[in-house]
């Protein structure tokens, strides 16, 4: 396949993505801002004003960036994993099988469409944090690099869901048993400063820890961890992820007998 | 250069199922093929390979000259399929089905409307292209699966069975059209269990049966070996007693319907001029059963297989 005719099928399978949940709009775009202002609402000001400062920060100022991209993450992963998943329950995935549409284009289109949900939830979120707490951004490229690679490193984890889930209890496992879990205790609601030194440790294998602390510093300037670390993490990620999910489709798991 | 190309192939199931061992085709370009066979025969899974939905054990397959090992996109280029059940998003609207599915060919988005435009409204499906597939009855589902199929314009266009479950009038517009096409040049296989279809579309023909290929050959040669036809034959006047049909084993089913087992090289023109010198005229006649049903029945039945 020509690379101009690449580009037409990577294009395509994004339009058809960006349509698929933009089209629910109410089911994909307005629960998580609703969701973030309840968070808003009772652990920012409710909450948040009896605890203090961290970091220099008011409470409310310090659990933004974490909100922001917890809703990138489910949402860049949802949106990958129901969509896959949903193809091979209708069969049309083989309308991309007997394409002769290149693996990693697949991989990358609906990584695209995974990391187009992230990003307008992101957006929407970030709006939606307006109305309680003043957003200074400390640096545009760092929030913008940990927004946009995060957004694609769930994307990806969502087509590895998806490939593997034989029913739709196996959509929901991973997000509800690992990835729920590690969201919340990768440091949107405290410093892991704040934690003994055994948790600490402990916390530093959550790789969504470095993405959170990492989106920290691009919007308030504070970090638990080293940034370059984080980056490096970040995207040795994404290259396990995506060569894993070509590796995947390449012999057909879960949708080729 | 071959359409389709199909040497020794072999599928093994994970669960151990052998669904095919040596199927072999042979299909020219401009052919109308059809590939039948019973239930269980093997016949999807050979579509799934040619089309890559199933990893296959060994073998080869080329179409149209290009291997599908070592070329894979460009082999699937040349195909087209229309599945046996519906294999599309029943909550995307109709006319992004067909755009979309060009899209996955390499097509410019702009095209790839112009394409939708052309094929759902051959397929008279144009009106309802905002519609959700969900909201499609039967017929249309399976007149969208074909538009779908034709929008990359490919060479070789797999059809299997697009005719079941359609009633009588949708079936003889979807002859009509695959006929079209196949004049047009594209190359046809087509999947039935309705045989009658299979005799009045095909040129060239192969039966699998236990995951081989029992035959292959053309349409013409594989009817000539019936030994024996049965017509029935509906005359002008009512008669009594059957009348003199010389060598013909014949009988009367009522005064004015009579039953004639023709055999190989018996010709019936004989048996008009015998019933025209009893003052009677053959008004209408039709074949008792399909020619290639019996065909059919009795090579399965050499297979062993019923």
Known sequence: MKLTAQYHALKTITIKEFLRFIRIWLQTVVPPAITVALYFVIFGQLIGSQIGDIDGFSYIDYIVPGLILMSVISNAY???????????????????MISPLPNYIIVAGFAAGGMLRGIIVGIVVTIVSMFFTRIEVHSYGVTIAVFVLTSLLFALAGLINAVYAKTFDDISIIPTFILTPLTYLGGIFYSINMLPEFWQNVSLANPILYMINAFRYGLLGVTDIDLTTAFVIILLFIAGLFLFALQLLRKGVGIKP | MKALEINNLHKTYRNGNRALSGVNLEVNPGDFYALLGPNGAGKSTTIGIICSLINKTSGKVRVYGVDLDSDPAAARMHIGLVPQEFNFNIFEPVGEILINQAGYYGIPRKLARERAEIYLNKLELWDRRYDMARELSG??????MIARALVHEPRLLILDEPTAGVDIEIRHAMWNFMRELNANGTTIILTTHYLEEAESLCNNIAIIDQGVTIEQTNMRS??????????VLYLDNEVDVLPDCGDYHARLLDKSTMEVDKLKGQDLNDLYARLSAC??????MRNKSNRLEQLFISMLNNNGNR
């Open chain 2, 139 to 144: 017929g249309m589902k399976r007149r969208l």
């Open chain 1, 78 to 96: 949802a949106n990958c994993v129901s969509s896959f998943f949903s193809s091979k329950f209708h069969r049309s995935v083989e309308e991309m």
């Open chain 2, 222 to 231: 594989l009817l000539d070996r019936l030994h024996m036809e049965t017509f």
């Open chain 2, 279 to 284: 003052g009677l005229q053959v008004v209408s």
